[in-house]
């Protein structure tokens, strides 16, 4: 091709997306549902638990996105020693990685077990709730330090050739946590119906469980062996420094969105816990389109193929979109189903959810480009910077703001308010179109 763009490849490109984003949804899938099984199991027991729960889950939530960056920086070092047979760089990077991680979530373990509940008293003005988040993150304070440990030895086993146990043994931390919230919660033995102290224990345990997992797997795989690089630990910093600081600044500008619902009142804080687990999960379903969309656009730009790689792009950000569009629709067919599972909740709180679910369906397939937009397309040309100065002036100078005065000020219905982080969606839309089509991104990072 002569010039950049003439069209799409004779060859449909779908097939290798999918044999890239099917696992890789499934993967994003079966961790957004451990989330999901706490807070949906946790419905039974009332608006204040619901809400507890979900506020320190968004906590944490906040650390394990920056741990998805620094985890993907990790990947792509790893790959690259791998591949050219440095076994011992690759030892030299899990040490390194787990060292970062422990850097990391430690001090987030220690707040939560001593300093829980001023902490939990400044997310919420409600008594109630932040009695029992005080409880809940005392109680589950191991689990970011546990959560990280599996995500460095689930991405060095993937980036080693080996993506089936990673699956695998997260799949039986799932099956483990529902298990034992069952026992807890519903169980046929009356002396383990604890309530809340067994979910925070079946939560621990569960990630426990696939920690141990993935070390044994990880060490009849790899065998490896302590190495100290102190040059391995300045690599991974400088691999992830943008990207983590960007998951960073994205996800607690969606922890501050938490806190205005928390301030907005219990049932508004209970309908954002129940629904955020499965916002994720639906945006999950379309996750491995965009790092499919990645990997193959970077082949394409590794080999200056960038007619191809332009095409590439043009059909992703066309067909997914609306793909994801058919989907909301079909969500939205099904959302008196979805709310009718929820046991142990008021008419009221079932209200909101009905509200904002239709609001999170009209979203997604404006969430679905975004996402494809960013670790799709900029990111393979390493247009990191863009996106931080995005998301930095879009959700903290202006998105932000607007929802605490939408909900806050002017006292608008929850759906509305949240109509508000979706317009911020839209908006980005347009910006991400843009820089897109200036073709910054089409560039050989080997080579610049």
Request: glycine share 6%.
């Amino acid at each position: 091709m002569s010039a950049i763009g003439q069209g799409l490849p004779t060859k449909s490109p779908l097939k290798a997306i999918l044999r890239i984003a099917i696992p890789v949804s499934l993967q994003a899938l079966i961790s957004s549902s451990l989330s999901f099984v706490d807070i949906y199991m946790v419905s039974s027991l009332g608006v204040n638990n619901i809400a507890a729960v979900g506020l320190i889950s968004k906590v944490y939530f906040v650390f394990i996105v920056a741990l998805f960056g620094l985890t993907s920086g990790i990947s792509i070092l790893v790959a690259q020693y791998w591949g050219s047979g440095r076994k011992l760089a690759v030892n030299g990077l899990l040490f390194a990685g787990l060292m970062w991680v422990a850097l990391v979530t430690v001090p987030l373990a220690l707040l939560g077990f001593f300093a829980s509940q001023p902490l939990a008293a400044l997310l919420s003005p409600d008594a109630a709730v932040v009695q029992i988040a005080d409880l809940y993150w005392r109680w589950t304070s191991p689990f970011i330090l546990l959560t990280g440990i599996s995500m460095v030895l689930a991405t060095v086993q993937r980036s080693t050739g080996d993506s089936l146990w990673p699956m695998v043994a997260s799949v039986i931390a799932l099956l483990s946590n529902t298990g034992m919230n069952y026992l807890v919660l519903f169980g046929p033995i009356e002396s383990l119906r604890i309530g809340m102290p067994g979910v925070a224990v079946a939560t621990n345990l569960s990630r426990l469980l696939e920690v141990s997992l993935l070390l044994i797997v990880l060490i009849r795989h790899l065998r490896p062996t302590w190495v100290w690089q102190r040059q391995a630990i300045a690599q991974i910093w400088h691999q992830v420094k943008v990207l983590t600081i960007q998951e960073a600044l994205w996800s607690a500008g969606i922890f501050a969105f938490f806190i205005v619902y928390s301030y907005m009142g219990p049932n508004e804080l209970a309908a954002m816990s129940l629904l955020s687990p499965i916002e994720n999960m639906l945006v999950d379903v379309f996750i491995g389109f965009g790092v499919a969309t990645g990997i193959l656009l970077g082949q394409h730009l590794g080999r200056n193929e960038f007619d191809e790689a332009w095409a590439l792009n043009q059909y992703v950000l066309t067909r997914f979109p609306l793909a994801a569009l058919v989907f909301a629709f079909v969500m939205m067919l099904l959302s008196q189903f979805f709310i009718a599972q929820f046991s142990g909740i008021s008419e009221s709180v079932e209200d909101l959810l009905l509200g904002v679910w239709l609001v999170y369906c009209l979203a997604l397939p404006i969430k679905t480009h975004n996402l494809i937009a960013v670790i799709g397309v900029l990111r393979s040309g390493g247009d990191n910077p863009y996106v931080l100065r995005l998301e930095l002036i879009s959700i903290w100078l202006l998105a932000l703001p607007l929802v605490a005065l939408a909900g806050l000020y002017f006292g608008l219905p929850l759906w509305l308010v949240v109509m508000v982080t979706v317009a911020e969606e839209a908006a980005k839309v347009a910006l991400f179109r843009s820089r897109i089509n200036k073709r910054i991104w089409l560039k050989n990072l080997t080579i610049n």
